[in-house]
Each structure stands twice: as structure tokens, then as C-alpha cells.
């Protein structure tokens, strides 16, 4: 009886084949060519060996080189990419800390053209980078922003102001061990020589890279009024109607209070309006708003006000990428305005800044609305957009509750997302559209 054949063993399947030694079939198929390449030989696939030598070729290796020949390429390669890392990582924190720098110096720039209240200037931020880069082109930069910036050498804050400033700059860079800034010592000579001047002016940065400038009293209130500063209410509106520019664009805008003119020179910059109708009733505010008007490179229709004003040098408005909107400047009376004067006016859009401050001044503001929808020559009521901080929660219901006993309609509008101008404080500003 015939022995049973032994049953051989199952190979495992984890197992791999052993692949063939590649530098024995490329002597089998190919021939080493010139470097980096391959000429096919006997045997086919000499596409596959080609595309093989060329990946030894992209790794260090070319084909037909031997590992001795390699190794001195692959440790070139090595230190080349320890390089590019250590190189690259000081690189990545200078601009880093180049650009934070930048913002930090933006920041101290629009704060000091605007004038805004040195407290709220971001010294915090500015000592911590001193401590950590103890330098002099920082301030150096920040003293360029600002005093040195061609806005401030040509319309100028007060020297009280600019003294006030440059003193806390030299004190910070007095507290670091950096060499001493002999430009920041020339500047603060150069300030305290200079006379002493009742005006002063502000420069308000708009996004189109202009700016809005004004001649504007330091006193809040001044020759018994409160017109000649510029109030938190209007930089509110300004920025919510360059956020909805459709509102005015191509459109007669009649704004009721203007003071001295930052919301209207500023939607006339940004928004286009067809004409733009300045009004006020102190003659010390007309005559500083028709200069501020002319500061900014506009022209005042001639007729306009019975003011008579010598041409001021403003800016020139050759270039810029807005029309000219044509301009008026009216003298308004609420309580006696008459008849003629409102069948001149013929506005689309109206709109006020904080003009409801004081409970006296409510009915005749509401009967002012009221006249201007009765004289439209179309019938087509204007819209009516007014803003204004509230300060006294009982005046600004009362103003609702008289533009409901009249039957003017009213809605709050949402607020803008955009916060272009910096506030000094933290003001709760309302937007009411009316429907008169």
C-alpha cells in the first residue's frame, strides 16, 4: 500500500514575495544612459524603469549613480531644508512684528488727527511693545503718523493738544533703554516756539483714503452755542449712511442742524448726492461751516447766505473720485421759516444729528418736518432719517410720544456694522426713520 503524500503547507498569506533585486533587472533590461535617464534594453517595460530612474533622480539619486556617489547630494539637500526652517522662522516674527507695529501706529495716526481725547490712546499697548523691542523706529514711526503727518503740519490740532501728546511720547520712550530720539525733543521745541492760535482743526479719516477737515472750536460750548464741535451723533450717522449710500445717491439732501458740517461733507465725499443742502440758524456756525465747506475743496453756490466770506485755501478737489455735488448753504429758522424758503428746498432725503437734546425744541422740529412734506411740488413726502445720543430717556420718549400725537410714523433703524471714527465715549446713539 503506497504511502500517503504529506500534505505540504499553506503559505501564509501575510507573507510577501520576495521582490527581485532592482539593480539586477535594471543590468537585465537597461542600460545606464546619461544621468538621470535610462535607454531601454532587452526584456520590455523599459517605460516603467525610465519613470523609476527619473524618481531616484528627483530623491538625490540619479540612475546609474552608486549609493557613495548619492550621499553627498542627499546631505546637501538635508542642509539646504534645515536652512530654509531656520531661516524662515526669524523671517515670519520680524514681519509679524513689523506689521503689528504698523496697526499700533494706524491706530495712534487716526486718534491724533481726530484730536480724540488722549486717555484713550493705546499707551498699554505701546509700552509692551517697547519693552519687548526697545527701539527708537517705533516712535519714530508714530511721531511720522501723527505731528510729522503732512494733514497735521498743514491744518494742525492745538498746541496745547500736540504739547500734551508729544510729552507722553517722550515719557514712554524715556522708560526704555533705547538710544535717545533727538527728532522727538526738535519736534516738541518746534511747538513750544510757535504762537499760541484760536483755531485748531481736526482731520477725520474717511475709508476712500480722504479725509474730512475742520476748523472746530475747543469749547463744547461756544459765543452761546453748542454748533461749532462736532458731536458723537453725527460721526454715527455719517458712517451709517456711507453703509447705505443708495439712500443719497443721486438724491437732493436737506440736513437740519448741520453745525459745522461733518455729516454732510462727509456723505458728500462718499455718497454722491446730486445737491447737498447745509442748514443752520447762528451766524457763528454758518460762517464756520461755509469755511469748512471751502476747507475741503467745495464750492458754495454764490446767493446761498447773506454771509460774505473771504475764499478760504482748502484742499483741492481736482482728482477725486466723487462728483461735485452742487452745494447750499440756507439759514433756517425752525419757527419762522417762511413759505418761499421751504418751496426752495424741495428735498428727497432729510436727516439730523443731535438736534432732540432739549424737550423746548421738540414741536418746533416736528413742525418743521411737517411743512417741508406739505410744500413738495411732486406730493411725494421726503424720507427722514434723524440720530441722536440719548441721554435723557424722558426726552427721547417724549419725542415719540409727540410724533404720535401727530401721526408721523416712526421705526428704529437696525445698527450699521461698520465703525469707521473713533468716540471718546461709549455713546448710545439711535437712528429714527420717520414717515411724515
Not at 536652512?83 to 522662522?89: G, I, N, Q, V, Y
Not at 461751516?289 to 475764499?311: M, S
Not at 430717556?393 to 421705526?411: C, S
Not at 433703524?413 to 461709549?426: G, K, M, N
Request: aromatic content about 8%; some cysteine.
Amino acid at each position: 500500500m503506497a504511502r500517503p503524500r504529506p500534505r505540504s503547507r499553506p503559505r501564509s498569506r501575510s507573507r510577501s514575495r520576495r521582490a527581485p533585486c532592482p539593480w539586477r533587472r535594471r543590468s537585465a533590461m537597461t542600460a545606464p544612459g546619461p544621468r538621470g535617464a535610462a535607454v531601454t534594453g532587452r526584456g520590455g517595460g523599459g517605460p516603467r524603469v525610465a519613470q523609476r530612474g527619473q524618481r531616484r533622480a528627483g530623491n538625490g539619486r540619479a540612475a546609474g549613480s552608486s549609493p557613495a556617489e548619492a550621499a553627498p547630494r542627499l546631505l546637501l539637500a538635508a542642509s539646504s531644508v534645515r536652512c530654509c526652517f531656520t531661516d524662515s522662522a526669524p523671517r515670519a516674527m520680524a514681519e509679524q512684528e513689523q506689521e503689528l507695529g504698523q496697526e499700533l501706529g494706524l491706530c495712534f495716526q487716526r486718534r491724533f488727527l481726530a484730536a480724540r481725547q488722549l486717555r484713550g490712546f493705546p499707551w498699554p499697548e505701546l509700552e509692551q511693545r517697547l519693552r519687548s523691542a526697545p527701539g527708537s523706529s517705533l516712535l519714530a514711526d508714530i511721531l511720522h503718523q501723527t505731528i510729522l503727518h503732512p494733514l497735521c503740519v498743514k491744518y494742525p490740532p492745538s498746541i496745547k493738544y500736540r504739547r500734551c501728546f508729544l510729552t507722553e511720547l517722550i515719557k514712554k520712550h524715556e522708560s526704555t533703554t533705547a538710544e535717545p530720539l533727538d527728532e522727538l525733543y526738535d519736534t516738541l521745541a518746534d511747538i513750544l516756539n510757535e504762537k499760541e492760535s484760536t483755531r485748531c482743526y481736526k482731520n477725520y479719516l474717511l475709508p476712500t483714503g480722504e479725509s474730512v477737515t475742520l476748523s472746530e472750536s475747543e469749547a463744547i460750548i461756544s459765543q452761546g452755542t453748542t454748533g461749532l464741535v462736532t458731536w458723537d451723533a453725527a460721526l454715527h450717522l455719517a458712517e451709517w449712511a456711507m453703509e447705505n449710500s443708495t439712500v443719497f445717491s443721486n438724491r437732493t439732501v436737506l440736513e437740519l442742524g448741520s453745525g459745522i458740517g461733518f455729516t454732510g461733507l462727509a456723505i458728500c465725499k462718499t455718497c454722491n448726492p446730486k445737491a447737498y443742502i447745509f442748514s443752520d440758524y447762528h451766524h457763528c456756525v454758518l460762517k464756520q461751516l461755509v469755511e469748512n465747506i471751502r476747507l475741503n475743496g467745495f464750492a458754495v453756490q454764490p446767493g446761498t447766505t447773506d454771509l460774505i466770506q473771504p475764499k478760504s485755501e482748502g484742499q483741492e478737489a481736482e482728482g477725486k473720485n466723487y462728483q461735485q455735488p452742487k452745494l447750499i448753504v440756507a439759514e433756517l429758522d425752525w419757527g419762522s421759516v417762511t413759505e418761499k424758503q421751504l418751496l426752495d428746498l424741495q428735498p428727497d432725503v432729510i436727516i439730523a444729528a443731535d438736534v432732540v437734546y432739549d424737550p423746548e425744541v421738540t414741536a418746533s422740529l416736528i413742525g418743521m418736518l411737517q411743512k417741508l412734506s406739505t410744500f413738495r411740488a411732486d406730493g411725494k413726502p421726503p424720507e427722514v432719517y434723524i440720530a441722536f445720543t440719548i441721554r435723557n430717556p424722558d426726552t427721547y420718549h417724549l419725542f415719540q410720544a409727540e410724533l404720535d400725537k401727530v401721526g408721523i410714523g416712526w421705526q428704529i433703524i437696525p445698527a450699521h456694522s461698520t465703525s469707521i471714527f473713533l468716540y471718546d465715549t461709549q455713546s448710545n446713539v439711535t437712528i429714527l426713520q420717520l414717515f411724515i
